[in-house]
């Protein structure tokens, strides 16, 4: 089993930054890449950003490519979402998840999901 707990998520108005962390414990080991995910209010769950756990690979929506950036601290078991130049559209509960391996932007693929932060950018 893996653990995630996700923090740093808020009220922030439209222009603004975040930064979320996701701190994975338990059989870390078994993770090879970790993503982030978003649902809004009567909206499926989409994918947002993920990274791989120890090659360079980064993976973005489009909507957010240049705006968000996703890192990773492999000493700490920590991965990072730093988002900039939020806008209403990205107010959504984000959820941070662990794979062992699959499609790095399907929900399914994910083994491992943490309980959400809410995240709400005002106009």
């Known amino acids: 089993q893996v653990q995630l707990v996700e923090s740093g998520g808020g009220l922030v108005q439209a222009g603004g930054s975040l930064r979320l962390s996701c701190a994975a414990s338990?059989?870390?080991?078994?993770?090879?890449?970790m993503g982030w995910f978003r649902q809004a209010p009567g909206k499926e769950r989409e994918f947002v950003a993920a990274?791989?756990?120890?090659?360079?690979?980064?993976y973005y929506k489009d909507s957010v490519r240049g705006r968000f950036t996703i890192s990773r601290d492999n000493a700490k078991n920590t991965v990072y979402l730093q988002m900039n130049n939020l806008k209403a559209e990205d107010t959504a509960v984000y959820y941070c998840?662990?794979?062992?391996?699959?499609?790095?932007?399907?929900?399914?693929?994910?083994?491992?999901w943490g309980q959400g932060t809410q995240v709400t950018v005002s106009s």
């Open positions: 998840a662990a794979q062992g391996g699959g499609v790095y932007n399907e929900p399914t693929s994910y083994d491992y």
């Open positions: 338990g059989r870390t080991f078994s993770v090879k890449r």
């Open positions: 990274i791989d756990w120890n090659t360079i690979g980064r």
